[in-house]
T-cell receptor
C-alpha cells in the first residue's frame, strides 16, 4: 500500500517568514493533493498536482511535484496567522482509483 | 461551489446506542462519497467508499456490520455507528467527488465529532 511521509511533523514560524512542508511517497504518484485542516474541522482543498515537475500557486502558497512524481513540497511565502493549521498531503496511486491516502500531517503554528 | 455538509457536527451518546451521521453535497451531485475517521493528532483513515445505489466498499479492518453506510441519492450518504462503544469516539469526516468533474478531487465535509460515554 502507498505510504506518505510528511516533514516536519510540526512547525512554528514567525509571522512574515517563509516555510516549506514536504511530502514523500513510497510509490510513484498519480495525483497529489494538498489540503489544509483547522483543528476539529473539515479539510479545505488547496491544490492538486499531477504531472512531473508541475508547480501551482494560489495566493502565497506554492506547491511543486518533482519529476519522478514521488515528492511534493508546499511553500508558503510571508506567512500570516491565517495560514496556521494542519497541512495534509493526499495521493491517488492509480488512474481511475479515487481513494486518497493521506500523509501524516504537518501542524503549522504562526507566532506574531 | 462544491460544498459538503455533515450533520450533526457533534454528538454525544451512551454506549450501546446507534448514531447516524449524514453527509450531503449541497450544490452538486456526487458520484462517490467517502467516509474517514480521524483520531486526535493523527491523519485521516479511509473507512469506506460508497456509490449511489450500490453497496459500500469497506477498507480492511473496518467492520461493515458496525459502520453501516447507506448512499440513498447522489447528494446524500449516511454512516450509522451501531452499538457504539467508547473506542468508536472519533472525528468522522465525509467527502464527495463531483460528478462530471475531475474524478479525483474530493470535497470534504466539516466533520462530526462523536463521543461515546
Amino acid at each position: 500500500s502507498q505510504e506518505l511521509e510528511q516533514s516536519p511533523q510540526s512547525l512554528i514560524v514567525q509571522e512574515g517568514k517563509n516555510l516549506t512542508i514536504n511530502c514523500t511517497s513510497s510509490k510513484t504518484l498519480y495525483g497529489l493533493y494538498w489540503y489544509k485542516q483547522k483543528y476539529g474541522e473539515g479539510l479545505i482543498f488547496l491544490m492538486m498536482l499531477q504531472k512531473g515537475g508541475e508547480e501551482k500557486s494560489h495566493e502565497k502558497i506554492t506547491a511543486k511535484l518533482d519529476e519522478k512524481k514521488q515528492q511534493s513540497s508546499l511553500h508558503i511565502t510571508a506567512s500570516q496567522p491565517s495560514h496556521a493549521g494542519i497541512y495534509l498531503c493526499g495521493a491517488v496511486s492509480n488512474f481511475g482509483n479515487e481513494k486518497l491516502t493521506f500523509g501524516t500531517g504537518t501542524r503549522l503554528t504562526i507566532i506574531p | 461551489g462544491a460544498v459538503v455538509s455533515q450533520h450533526p457536527s457533534w454528538v454525544i451518546c451512551k454506549s450501546g446506542t446507534s448514531v447516524k451521521i449524514e453527509c450531503r453535497s449541497l450544490d452538486f451531485q456526487a458520484t462517490t462519497m467517502f467516509w474517514y475517521r480521524q483520531f486526535p493528532k493523527q491523519s485521516l483513515m479511509l473507512m469506506a467508499t460508497s456509490n449511489e445505489g450500490s453497496k459500500a466498499t469497506y477498507e480492511q479492518g473496518v467492520e461493515k456490520d458496525k459502520f453501516l453506510i447507506n448512499h440513498a441519492s447522489l447528494t446524500l450518504s449516511t454512516l450509522t455507528v451501531t452499538s457504539a462503544h467508547p473506542e468508536d469516539s472519533s472525528f468522522y469526516i465525509c467527502s464527495a467527488t463531483l460528478a462530471g468533474g475531475p474524478s479525483d478531487t474530493q470535497y470534504f465535509g466539516p466533520g462530526t465529532r462523536l463521543t461515546v460515554l
